[in-house]
């Protein structure tokens, strides 16, 4: 394809950055028109990320663009912060139910259209989760919106194009209010958003008649507030929904009793119902209930169409797994501190029949974690067609496919990136059930396999403004953000201990380079930047100031290198090694042990990574500064660590992957880390921080054998044991479900689903060249083995489709490479052979050598 196409924009706002796949050539002209105007053409040089050529865009303009002959792409600017005049209008709570069960509000508004009204758009927002209504019909398909942000800082609207719902004469615009992230429930020990203390929300509606007038409904005292038929509702415990519910007299809201931040517009996609899943099978259990299994876990929620007659109470229990009877057990999501009983686990809906036909029970201000559920009504029957699963999770553009000969393999992959889509409801979360949390460490593992199976650049970028909003004024970055107990302001003793860890914090320099290498989006740079550097020099400052108990024993003065170890402050280090207990069986002694090794080497790579992206931004004495740095804390590095000392596998993984050994010890490395594996059994011995990078070690070092006897691994340590015991997600612990069919932990964390990169960059052998930015130049390079077989696979790049298949057959390696235009490869052949390819179809046979 020659033309350029996929022509697309960062966010709708005044000055909205342009992108597209390029098609031929190396300057473009770009052409607009702005509510019908046409903008004199522009001639740019690049082709991701153009800043807006033109002057600022203003609220409601309707924008058509083109690159040369390209297709028209039409977007609309929302309402800008500065032009919003509607103000914020509160429910008049009169009960204080208990935390996690209140009602979801109506808030009405009427207004009178005198005329054919031509557009008509609604934008809205809340402190809170919110539907829209006109006339009764919703306003768009976005779920749980506004989404989860750090309120204090940031706050996202929606716009609607309302403009079928309304008819002349008398109309209706409705808010249906919950809780949500703001003051739902959130975490392990469901604690209360920290952010207000009272919902609201904030609503225009822009009209435009066919003879040329305006009209704006606003939000305001007009407005009344009343209990809805969602008499409780929370994201984390669940909805209950009363049809049979008689709501009391509208009461006038309250107005600006809220304090707010500035509106502005996400550059994430929306959550949306993705698809929907019918129950594999639907059983009644010797207790009555109905057992459902949808056969795969997910984020989302049951749609149940046979409500039951008049009265009655469906009760709908969701789960990740069932007991030895065949019963829905979530026992192994409670939680529990040192000597406390636990904190049982629930999500649960309920819905009370009003026996009306047509009403349908669907509870979208709630979110849940399951693959199972148990519904109990007593003895009124069940239409096993009226139940189904919706999935639901941010609508991300699905950039990569992969496929091999290997069927486990497959499936593998597949509940890899089910495990994503799981945690990928607005953040990017440890699971869909125990925590819910967006976990810095968590993302900072899975983010490069996150970004090759799927467009995530909004979808972090959201994400990273929360982090940003969430540090802390001495430049710590917080484990989890949104952080809904705001460390930032409220005192929080035993959270400030494990705040600041490695490999946690330094989410804030790898994810926005990992975004910035794959999109060539230098704007990611731009806006962490500052967080970066306040984060790196507080983990200098504590290499330098804080020293680890064990070294102030070995000398009472520091030694010379070691004002560039980070040992001295809490890491949560190699966490859930196997065989590992953690801080389970001895809290202090965990808590105390010396992680300086893991400190140190994060700190490199951190402070490493900044001096790279000072240079990108042009800040010479910076990347100069940082990169002298990174060589210190290396060169402390090798002085503490490359030599005696007890070693585990992820000591060398990391050491490999971060280039931290002497290139003339790197083999002799590589070498240990396979003896330990093949000690060990042949099974991995890596934990949450370093497995990711495992498979693919093993292999640039020589070892593809090890790697793939390790992919292959069906015992315990392993992935493919996951999938004997029925895993249809990645799990948290190597042994989420025991032989005996007992689950512990959680059964759907991403992390360890990382594994998967190296199916695309080593298996398939599809990578990105060093230095280049957005796959302008990439490298297909498969290491193939004979019990895979084959592979395909695709990329859809910045650059356009990328497509690289190989088979082994009859002692031949047959490769096959689709090159887009706008970037160039290079296939190297598992002997070093190594052939440039150019745009366009290349197809290369090679002897295998035995």
Partial sequence: MTTPYDLRIDVPSARPQLSWKPGR????????????????????????????????????????????????????????????????ISPAETTTPPLGQRPAYTLHGRFEVTGEVARARLYATALGVYEAFVNGDRAGDAELTPGATSYADTLYAQAYDVTAALHPGDNTVEVLLSDGWYRGMNGTWRKPGAWGERTAARVELHLRYTDGRTQVVRSGGDWTSQPSAVTAADLMNGQTTDFTYAAPTPAPVLVDAVTAPPVDVSPAPPVR???????????????????????????????????GPAGTRTVIDHGEHLDATGDLTTSHLDSAKPGQPPSPFVQRDQVVSAGTPGDV???????????????????????????????????????????????????LHEIADWSFRSNAVDVPTDCPTRERLGWTGDYQVFAPTAARLYDVDGFSRKWLRSVRDD?????????????????????????????????????????????????????????????????????????????????VERSAEPLPHEQYLWDGSFHWGEWLEPGDPGPAANPMAWFMADKGEVGTAYLYRSVRTLAEVAAVLGRDEEAARYAGIAEQVRAAWHTEFLDGGERRQAFYVRALAFDLVPQELQATFAGELVALIRAAGTHLGTGFLSTADLLPVLADTGHADVAYDLLLQRTSPSWLGMLDRGATTIWEDWDGVSADGTATASLNHYSKGAVIRFLHTHTLGLRQAPGSIAWERFVVAPVPDERIGWARGTFDSPQGLITVSWRLADGELLVEVEVPEGATAEIVFPDGERLDARPGRHVEYRPVKP
């Fill in 25 to 88: 050539g190396s300057t473009w002209h770009v052409h607009a028109r702005v509510d019908g105007v046409a903008m004199p053409a522009a001639t740019v040089s690049q082709h991701l990320f153009v800043a807006w050529p033109w002057r600022d865009l203003t609220s409601g303009q309707t924008v058509q663009w083109q690159v040369g002959d390209s297709p028209w792409h039409t977007f609309e600017v929302g309402l800008l912060d500065q032009d919003w005049t509607a103000s914020w």
């Fill in 273 to 307: 119902r993705i698809e929907q899943v019918r129950p594999r099978s639907l059983q009644r259990h010797a207790n009555g209930s109905w057992i459902a299994d949808f056969g795969q876990n997910a984020a989302g929620w049951i749609r149940l169409s046979d409500l």
């Fill in 361 to 411: 029970f669907e509870p979208r201000h709630t979110v849940h974690g399951f693959r199972y559920a148990r519904i109990s009504r007593g003895d009124v029957p069940l239409d096993p067609h009226a139940l189904v699963m919706q999935v639901v999770h941010t609508d991300l553009p699905r950039t990569a496919t992969f496929t091999c000969g290997d069927d486990d393999i497959n499936r």
């Fill in 471 to 551: 540090q802390l004024d001495d430049g710590r970055i917080v484990n989890t953000s949104p952080d809904h107990a705001r460390l930032k302001v409220i005192d929080n003793l035993e959270a400030g201990h494990i705040t600041g860890s490695a490999g946690w914090g330094d989410a804030i320099v790898t994810v926005p380079w990992v975004l910035y290498e794959t999109y060539g989006d230098r704007q990611v740079l731009a806006e962490n930047v500052d967080a970066m550097v306040r984060w790196v020099e507080w983990a200098l400052g504590k290499a330098r100031d804080a020293r680890h108990p064990s070294r």
